[in-house]
């Protein structure tokens, strides 16, 4: 079985949690972004095969497909390899753009995580974050 868990693309500094769509095409923020310089390294969450590297709307755009069904996406990046590529938890697909960022001014990672057409919390996937599960109390 692949790996249900993924790690963060980048040093974990949160600038903007997800906010999931109360519809399909409503308001929300279908990711979480998160601080990092322009230039600077971006990792792959996972194994994986990049299926998608280009410009989407203006702004470079990575895609990694997981053997765990996940789609991490990646923006606004520019892609150091190109689709087809094998890719391992760690490895680096791309630097970050100013252009296009999240957090206007400042250069941020969008890092969206998708199973099929269902967008997902990043966090919930993130290795040693995961969901929260409430535990009956025990006396």
Same mark, same amino acid.
């Given at each position: 079985m692949a790996d249900p868990?993924?790690?963060?693309?980048?040093?974990?500094?949160?600038?903007?949690?997800? #906010?999931r769509p109360a519809s399909d095409w409503g308001p929300g923020h279908r990711g979480v972004d998160i601080w990092l310089?322009?230039?600077d390294a971006v990792l792959s969450p996972g194994a994986?095969?990049?299926?998608?590297?280009?410009?989407?709307?203006?702004?470079?755009?990575?895609?990694?497909?997981?053997?765990?069904?996940?789609?991490?996406?990646l923006e606004p990046v520019?892609?150091?390899?190109?689709?087809? #590529?094998?890719?391992?938890?760690? #490895?680096t697909v791309g630097t970050l753009e100013l252009a296009g960022s999240h957090c206007a001014s400042h250069a941020c990672l969008h890092w969206g995580v998708r199973r099929g057409e269902e967008y997902l919390d990043p966090l919930d996937v993130l290795r040693g974050y995961g969901p929260i599960r409430l535990l009956p109390l025990r006396e």
């Open positions: 868990w993924l790690a963060s693309p980048a040093p974990l500094q949160v600038a903007a949690a997800f #906010d310089g322009e230039g994986g095969v990049v299926t998608f590297a280009g410009r989407v709307a203006g702004r470079g755009v990575v895609v990694v497909t997981h053997p765990n069904g996940l789609r991490s996406t520019t892609a150091s390899g190109r689709v087809g #590529d094998h890719v391992r938890q760690g #490895d």
